[in-house]
């Protein structure tokens, strides 16, 4: 079956359960997503009456695409990891030594459906942990409902992108949500950068599917990671702390080796 017979039935399946559609072409014209267990997993989100509108897409990656939709008014994202061609490998290297997950098979659509649960998982520590993310709503196999970050069904700009008033008070907050979120959430993010954080009233930590407890094996080399990645952007804009001055409030332990650099 091709994906636009898929996605001819969803839509009578849709239109039967009486959801609306906005901007159906941008949708038809991501065939790739909507394979047959994408459609019945946001077949079952809507008839749980998780969703009344799902609409275009918000933002397109090389693991998933996240599309705009309501519910009874209230804005929200939908996040499809895509089956077919998501890089399940590079999931299954962040899966393998979380606890959390131990007893996935190795399978593509095993890991991908891992991955989803994950996500949710994470943000819902995160937000628990008091730091601003967007709120998980609900997963099923591929497709993560969450809360959307924006106004007027705008989403709001990447951090690469945004307009600062004071960078010198943005990088303060950001290095703050690193140690709060390894302290009180227990996760490394695994994947910071100015791409996976948002620019609202406030920073918004996104994208936190890779995102690792903090007695994963490889988390204090994402530690690091994620350190080194904030300082080298925010050096643009102001002065940055040492990377293992950092580190070393994050965790209590030293760092060694690192060399570190205060850039000005």
């Not at 001819?8 to 014209?29: N, T, Y």
């Not at 994620?226 to 994050?250: A, H, L, P, Y």
């Amino acid at each position: 079956m091709s994906a636009d017979d898929d996605l001819e039935r969803f839509d009578r399946r849709l239109a039967e359960a009486g959801i609306r559609i906005k901007d159906a072409d941008q949708m038809k014209v991501r065939g790739d997503v909507f394979d047959e267990v994408t459609l019945l997993a946001l077949y079952k989100l809507v008839t749980r009456k998780l969703i009344s509108v799902i609409g275009g897409p918000i933002s397109t990656g090389k693991e998933a695409n996240v599309f705009y939709a309501e519910n009874d008014g209230a804005p929200l994202a939908i996040k499809i990891y895509r089956i077919r061609t998501a890089n399940f490998k590079a999931m299954g290297e962040y899966l393998i030594g979380d606890r959390r997950f131990s007893g996935i098979r190795k399978k593509r659509k095993d890991i991908i459906f891992a991955w989803t649960r994950k996500e949710y998982s994470n943000l819902s520590r995160t937000r628990d942990a008091g730091l601003p993310v967007p709120a998980p709503i609900a997963f099923d196999r591929n497709i993560l409902v969450m809360e959307f970050l924006g106004v007027d069904e705008i989403p709001y700009p990447q951090l690469r992108i945004a307009e600062m008033e004071d960078p010198e008070a943005v990088y303060r907050q950001i290095t703050g949500y690193i140690r709060r979120l390894y302290n009180d959430a227990r996760l490394v993010h695994g994947d910071l950068s100015e791409y996976n954080i948002l620019m609202g009233d406030l920073p918004y930590l996104i994208d936190m599917g890779q995102a690792v407890t903090d007695d994963h094996p490889r988390a204090l080399s994402f530690l690091v990671r994620d350190i080194k990645n904030i300082n080298r952007f925010f050096s643009q804009f102001c002065d940055v702390r040492d990377e293992k001055e950092i580190f070393e409030q994050v965790t209590g332990l030293t760092l060694r080796g690192s060399g570190n650099k205060k850039d000005g």
